[in-house]
């Protein structure tokens, strides 16, 4: 049976593998949007770097002390076979392997001559022995969860990474925006009246809902897991808070979106490089030019653009080119050299180009939150945020259609 160090050595490596493997999770997901780590992924990050120095602490001890054990006991063995040999010389080994087949035939023809010792070994070697395996004693083999924990949750936030959220801070919240710019204008005469109009600003609100979450798990369930069970529901919290803010934003995106020009059911390259040009026309001359443009799209009109623009010696063509292998969330390459990003919070059958001066996003995000309720013996954790995506120049986000 398993001592309890060697079960207590398995759950701290095994949550050591699995904090690893969510740290280099994080790190991958901020390399594939060419970014730094945010300031909730950073959090995530330290936290799991803080257990993982606390569990190398407590392996060490619990290493050395098993080591000391196994070389005790092997010593102890060794002793005790030494001891056998001295009292009875004439052991039998309770093994016999055959060097060839002829020394086999060997000492079958000295077995039937009266060979004692020939016969001993015939019959040792064809003994009959009972086979024992796993299935008789299951109570013995300790179980192992391989990590990590298989999790499908998209926490990357594309289309909120490629506008770019400000920071709300504390207070009441509003954005300002000029809706009347002063005039210049040619003279009609020498001292006549130059044109003149007044600046006009003004304020509109900003409501930035709060979007969040919690659960509250027992004791003894924190207790007794491996992967650790609390850290995975406040690192899942983390996840669906960045789900359902993307989600808002490609909702903000498409129900704002301005119609655009319309490509053919099977269209070419030609077809979607026209359509992105003629959308870019409609958004620079809706924000005089500011701002980034981006392609935006759902999952599955990457099907539909993708083979058009094959990554293969794209020479003299309108794309760099897509690649399957990067298929998924984030950028996947450019057409006529604005970066199109996929995201899984847009609609399908959605794509859109805009400018990122027309789109504002929001944050306030609190983070994690636990408390302690000892009347049922668990941890309460939660995780919100407040967060807006407002369209502030719906003529600045086109969408291109796709005819039936």
Not at 218 to 229: K, M, W
Not at 347 to 355: D, M, Y
Request: proline share 6%.
């Amino acid at each position: 049976m398993a001592s309890p160090t060697d079960a207590l050595l398995a759950k701290l490596e095994a949550e050591l593998e699995e904090r690893k493997s969510f740290q280099e999770a994080l790190v991958e997901a901020a390399q594939q949007q060419g970014r730094d780590l945010r300031p909730d992924e950073m959090e995530l990050y330290e936290r799991a770097s803080a257990r993982m120095t606390e569990v190398e602490k407590q392996m060490g001890p619990l290493r050395e002390g098993a080591r000391i054990a196994v070389e005790s006991g092997k010593r102890t063995a060794e002793l005790r076979q030494m001891y056998e040999t001295v009292r009875n010389p004439q052991t039998v080994s309770t093994k016999v392997e055959y060097r060839s087949a002829g020394a086999y035939v060997a000492d079958l023809y000295l077995a039937r001559m009266g060979d004692d010792d020939a016969l001993g070994r015939i019959d040792l070697f064809h003994r009959v022995a009972a086979h024992q395996t796993t299935a008789d004693n299951p109570g013995l083999i300790p179980i192992q969860i391989v990590t990590p924990v298989v999790n499908f949750v998209d926490a990357s936030r594309p289309l909120v990474a490629a506008i770019g959220p400000m920071d709300l801070g504390v207070g009441a919240w509003q954005y300002a925006r000029v809706t009347q710019h002063t005039q210049v204008g040619p003279q009609s005469a020498e001292k006549a009246e130059l044109p003149s109009r007044k600046l006009q600003v003004t304020l509109s609100p900003i409501t930035a809902p709060t979007l969040g979450g919690y659960v509250n798990v027992s004791r003894q369930n924190i207790s007794r897991t491996s992967p650790a069970i609390l850290d995975m529901v406040i690192n899942d919290l983390a996840a669906q808070y960045a789900t359902e803010s993307e989600a808002a934003a490609g909702d903000a995106l498409a129900t704002a979106a301005t119609a655009g020009p319309t490509i053919p059911a099977s269209p070419t390259a030609l077809d979607i490089a026209s359509a992105v040009w003629e959308a870019v026309g409609t958004v620079a001359g809706a924000t005089q030019g500011q701002g980034r443009i981006v392609i935006a799209a759902s999952y599955d009109m990457l099907g539909v653009v993708g083979p058009l623009f094959p990554g293969v010696n794209p020479q003299n063509a309108f794309s760099s080119g897509f690649d399957a292998v990067n298929f998924g969330p984030g950028p996947q390459g450019t057409i006529s050299g604005i970066t199109l990003v996929a995201s899984a919070g847009l609609p399908s059958g959605t794509l859109l180009v805009f400018s990122t001066a027309a789109v504002k996003a929001f944050e306030l995000r609190y983070g994690a939150m636990q408390v302690v309720e000892p009347s049922v013996w668990g941890v309460q954790v939660g995780y919100a945020g407040d967060f807006e995506c407002m369209v502030i120049e719906p003529a600045a986000v086109v969408e291109i259609t796709q005819a039936p």
